[in-house]
């Protein structure tokens, strides 16, 4: 089993920047994807951006391209989205999720095995 647990949600005001991180605990060395999801109200989850658990590789949605980073510490079993430049429509619940292969295509929910309880960000104008 494997369990994630996400932190560093609040409040900025658009153009502002949050970092945050997604710990991770459990069967870490069977996680081979994992990625930042948000899901807004009365929208459906989408998939933010992909990292390549222990590898370089990830993956961005074209909302975020240039103005998030995903990264890892894998001595500290974490993952972080630092969001940057951020705007009103960023506000949403955000989520990470753990995938045991590999998930393609990566935004799809079903593709991944754990996923944790979420971290509030709101952007106000």
């Known amino acids: 089993q494997v369990q994630l647990v996400e932190s560093g949600g609040g409040t900025v005001q658009a153009g502002g920047s949050l970092r945050l991180s997604c710990e991770v605990s459990?069967?870490?060395?069977?996680?081979?994807?994992a990625t930042w999801f948000r899901q807004a109200p009365g929208n459906q989850r989408e998939g933010v951006a992909l990292?390549?658990?222990?590898?370089?590789?990830?993956a961005y949605a074209d909302s975020v391209k240039g103005r998030f980073t995903v990264s890892q510490d894998l001595a500290k079993y974490t993952m972080y989205l630092q969001m940057n430049n951020l705007k009103p429509d960023d506000r949403a619940m955000y989520y990470c999720?753990?995938?045991?292969?590999?998930?393609?295509?990566?935004?799809?929910?079903?593709?991944?095995?754990?996923w944790g309880q979420g971290t509030q960000v709101t952007v106000s104008s």
């Open positions: 999720a753990a995938a045991l292969n590999d998930p393609l295509p990566w935004i799809r929910c079903e593709k991944y095995d754990f």
């Open positions: 459990g069967d870490t060395y069977s996680i081979k994807y």
């Open positions: 990292i390549h658990i222990g590898g370089s590789g990830t």
